[in-house]
C-alpha cells in the first residue's frame, strides 16, 4: 500500500485476508467479501495505491475492490497504526508450528514477544488487530483426525506484561452452512477448518486494551496453543513428527491502533524481547 500519492514510501500492511473457493469466484455473495477497514483511516487518505495477492495451486484471480463509508463522527478524531508482526508474505513463510525451538519470545526463528514502549501521553484508545490462519496437514493428528494447522482446533491469545489477557478461539465457522460462504465449490469445502473457510474472509480479532497505556511502556507476547491436543495427556505439546513433509504453519499478523481526540505525536516503539 502506497498512502498519499508518496511512491516512494510502501506500507507491507495487511488490510484483509480471504481464503478462494474451490474453482469458483464470489459473485453469488451479495456485496462480496467485507472486510472494515476503519482502523487504517489514518493512512486511507489522499492517493492510495493498493496491492492484492492472490495465493491459488490453479488459475488467476481478477480483483475488484469497493470503499463503502457510513456517514458519523467517530468516537476519536485521530488514529495511527503500529505493526508488531508480520508474518504473513505466504501461508508457508508464516510461523512453522510444533517444530524448532520455542521460547517464551521466540517460536522457531518467529519473534512473538515484544516491548512496546513510547506510547503518546494523549493516546485515548489502543487496539490490538490481528487476522491468523493456519495452513498444512501435519501429524499426530488431534481428536477426529484433525491435522494441523488447518484443522486441528486452537486456542492461541495475546498476554500483556506476561498475563493472558485475550484469546483468539480458532474453532469452526460452519463453513457448510455459513450465508457468507461460497456454496457449491469444486473441492471440499464443507467441513470446518480451524477459524476460517474456503470462500469466505478471515475474521479481523480485534482486542481492545482495559487501560490505553498512555505515556507508558509495555510487553506484549503471541501465545500460540501447544497443548490439549492429545487427549490422554493434556499438556503433552505437540511437535510436527515429520510424517507429512509439508509442515503446520500459522500466517499471522498483528497490528497497534492507538486513537485520541487530540492530534498523536510520536510513534511507539516496538523492539524485541530478548
Known sequence: MKSNGDDNKTYGYELGRWITP??????????????????????????????????????????????????????????????????????????????????ANNYNGKQTGFNISGMPSNVERTSFRSIISGWGQAYPAAPGGRRFAEWAFRKHGISIDDSPTFVHDMNGLGCA???????????????????????????????????????????????LQEDQWNPNNLTEKWRD?????????????????????????????VSNRP
Open 22 to 103: 474451490y474453482g469458483k469466484d464470489n459473485t453469488s455473495i451479495p456485496g462480496g467479501w467485507v472486510i472494515d477497514v476503519t482502523d487504517f483511516r489514518s493512512l486511507l487518505i489522499g492517493d492510495v495505491t493498493l496491492e492484492t495477492r492472490a495465493e491459488v495451486w490453479s488459475g488467476t484471480w481478477e480483483v475488484s475492490i469497493d470503499f463503502e463509508f457510513q456517514r458519523g463522527t467517530p468516537t476519536y478524531k485521530y488514529s495511527a497504526v503500529v505493526p508488531i508482526m508480520q508474518y504473513n508474505d505466504w501461508s508457508w513463510t508464516g510461523i512453522n508450528f510444533g517444530k524448532g525451538t520455542v521460547t
Open 241 to 269: 513428527n515429520g510424517v507429512d513433509t509439508g509442515g503446520a504453519y500459522y500466517a499471522l499478523s498483528t497490528y497497534m491502533v492507538i486513537e485520541s481526540n487530540s492530534p498523536i505525536s510520536g510513534s511507539p516503539v
Open 177 to 223: 452452512v455459513n450465508p457468507k460462504v461460497v456454496k457449491n465449490q469444486a473441492g471440499n469445502w464443507t467441513p470446518d477448518r480451524a477459524g476460517w473457510c474456503p470462500g469466505l474472509e478471515v475474521p479481523v480479532r480485534t482486542n481492545v486494551l482495559a487501560s490505553p497505556k498512555a505515556g507508558g511502556s509495555f510487553n506484549f507476547n503471541y501465545v
